[in-house]
């Protein structure tokens, strides 16, 4: 019986970690300009998984922005620029991959209206193994020491 019960123990208590899966920060996005159509979504994601995942898409409601993309920065020539992101994003086991300024990020296009300090929508963050996570991104002030590239302020070449 204690066997039995110690087998059964160890088996709830791998669903119980594998459940957990991907544990998301405070999500959050900058505000735009008036004529600006795109922005960027920026989130902590924490996997708390024994496997390695990915981000492998989001979305927004129409009523936020019309489109997302998962996307990074590379150096070309001493010009940052941003790039779509093929393959997903990673998430390795027992680590947290900050999507952030300057790197890893979401970026919604045609926005409905410019995101404004304060204003808060849900995005859907769907992964490679596991159930998509709805959270709500907030619009905050910018910081003005942040050392990368600011989705808030101008234009993106890509």
């Known amino acids: 019986m204690k066997k039995t019960f110690a087998v059964m123990a160890a088996v709830l208590m791998c669903q119980a970690a594998f459940a957990e899966g991907i544990k998301a ?3 959050y996005a900058y505000p735009t ?3 600006m159509t795109q922005g960027g979504i920026f989130v902590s994601l924490t996997n708390t998984d024994a496997q390695d995942n990915k981000l492998v898409g989001a979305s927004v409601n129409k009523n936020v922005a019309q489109t997302t993309e998962l996307h990074t920065h590379v150096n070309e020539n ?15 086991a027992g680590q947290t991959q900050e999507l952030k300024r300057g790197g890893y990020h979401v970026m919604v296009f045609g926005l ?8 808060k929508f849900p995005v859907t963050l769907k992964f490679q193994n596991g159930k998509p996570q709805t959270v709500t991104v907030t619009v905050r002030e910018m910081s003005h020491n942040h050392g990368g590239h600011d989705h808030g302020a101008q234009p993106h070449q890509h």
């Open 25 to 27: 920060g405070e999500a």
């Open 112 to 119: 409905a209206k410019p995101l404004r300090v304060g204003d």
């Open 78 to 92: 001493g010009v940052m620029k941003m790039r779509e992101v093929q393959g997903g994003i990673p998430l390795p």
């Open 33 to 35: 300009l008036p004529n």
